[in-house]
């Protein structure tokens, strides 16, 4: 099998036992292109080439490099997809009639309900998501389990919550550790959410998630290669090794490389296994 396209952020499923299933799929630019399953690559030799062109994922232009995710400069100033408020939740405005970028999308996306989450990437962190984007933002920043703290009816709320426990647990996941072998501990995950509810107090307490269900996930993975480093298409425009497993939004290789799909949307490039 071959696939040609434009790339965009892997997706997937998560069945009742918690392993998941990832789906490559892409535009071309932007008309999306089919979708393919990952899991039944692991194992395969993948060949992955790069011819060099790139197109914005919000215009379809070709473009020299890309902003934020696969966006052209001019896209990434403008595009509710980059506004402030996903990167920094706590400054959405939206809940006070106020938009940042686009009044309709940020309805859409950020006057929504919101749940601030403690997962185990590399470690615990802290994050925000969407509610209805449970449990694939925890697929797609790696985590092998978590579990919710709080449930809020818009995004800055939920923001201001991360933002008051970022002394407690860090909001940010550490690659080379997510892409190890992490094991689960679900002792310390709802005392961390204990020390979460401690941290926060009684100002949010109306908001607080009492039930202590954890979502554990199973990433596909063959073997965890013992060192990694992260290969790019501008440096190594041709990847060729065997695909050993796929965790958050990386693809692993038997000889120690990994690729982030995800940093590379809005490359056109061609797939194939041997």
């Given at each position: 099998m071959k696939w040609i396209g434009n790339v965009r952020k892997m997706g997937s499923t998560v069945d009742g036992n918690g392993d998941i299933a990832y789906h490559?799929?892409?535009?071309?630019?932007?008309?999306?292109?089919?979708?393919?399953?990952?899991?039944?690559?692991?194992?395969?030799?993948?060949?992955?080439?790069?011819?060099?062109?790139?197109?914005?994922?919000?215009?379809?232009?070709?473009?020299?490099?890309?902003?934020?995710?696969?966006?052209?400069?001019?896209?990434?100033?403008?595009?509710?997809?980059?506004?402030?408020s996903i990167m920094r939740p706590e400054?959405?405005?939206?809940?006070?009639?106020?938009?940042?970028?686009?009044?309709?999308?940020?309805?859409?996306?950020?006057?929504?309900?919101?749940?601030v989450y403690?997962?185990?990437?590399?470690?615990?962190?802290?994050?925000?998501?969407?509610?209805?984007?449970?449990?694939?933002?925890?697929?797609?920043?790696?985590?092998?389990?978590a579990v919710v703290v709080a449930r809020t009816p818009y995004r800055q709320l939920a923001g201001e919550m991360e933002v008051a426990l970022k002394d407690l647990l860090s909001d940010k996941t550490q690659w080379r550790g997510m892409l190890s072998k992490v094991e689960c501990n679900s002792d310390e995950l709802l005392q961390a959410k204990e020390d979460c509810f401690d941290m926060l107090g009684e100002s949010y307490e109306s908001f607080f998630d009492l039930d202590d269900n954890i979502t554990t996930l199973h990433p596909p993975v063959l073997m965890y290669p013992p060192k990694v480093r992260s290969v790019t298409l501008d440096r190594t425009p041709e990847i060729h090794a065997r695909l050993v497993g796929v965790k958050g939004q990386y693809w692993m290789f038997e000889n120690g490389s990994v690729w982030n799909v995800r940093s590379h949307a809005g490359y056109r490039v061609e797939i194939s296994a041997d």
């Amino acid at each position: 099998m071959k696939w040609i396209g434009n790339v965009r952020k892997m997706g997937s499923t998560v069945d009742g036992n918690g392993d998941i299933a990832y789906h490559f799929h892409g535009g071309n630019p932007l008309d999306p292109c089919p979708t393919w399953e990952v899991n039944p690559w692991l194992g395969k030799e993948i060949h992955v080439a790069f011819g060099g062109d790139i197109h914005c994922v919000v215009t379809g232009k070709k473009i020299r490099k890309t902003f934020g995710e696969g966006m052209s400069y001019e896209a990434f100033l403008h595009s509710p997809m980059a506004t402030p408020s996903i990167m920094r939740p706590e400054l959405s405005r939206i809940h006070e009639g106020v938009a940042l970028r686009d009044e309709a999308w940020e309805r859409e996306h950020h006057l929504t309900p919101h749940v601030v989450y403690v997962a185990r990437t590399s470690h615990l962190k802290v994050g925000v998501t969407r509610a209805v984007n449970i449990p694939s933002r925890w697929v797609d920043q790696g985590a092998v389990e978590a579990v919710v703290v709080a449930r809020t009816p818009y995004r800055q709320l939920a923001g201001e919550m991360e933002v008051a426990l970022k002394d407690l647990l860090s909001d940010k996941t550490q690659w080379r550790g997510m892409l190890s072998k992490v094991e689960c501990n679900s002792d310390e995950l709802l005392q961390a959410k204990e020390d979460c509810f401690d941290m926060l107090g009684e100002s949010y307490e109306s908001f607080f998630d009492l039930d202590d269900n954890i979502t554990t996930l199973h990433p596909p993975v063959l073997m965890y290669p013992p060192k990694v480093r992260s290969v790019t298409l501008d440096r190594t425009p041709e990847i060729h090794a065997r695909l050993v497993g796929v965790k958050g939004q990386y693809w692993m290789f038997e000889n120690g490389s990994v690729w982030n799909v995800r940093s590379h949307a809005g490359y056109r490039v061609e797939i194939s296994a041997d």
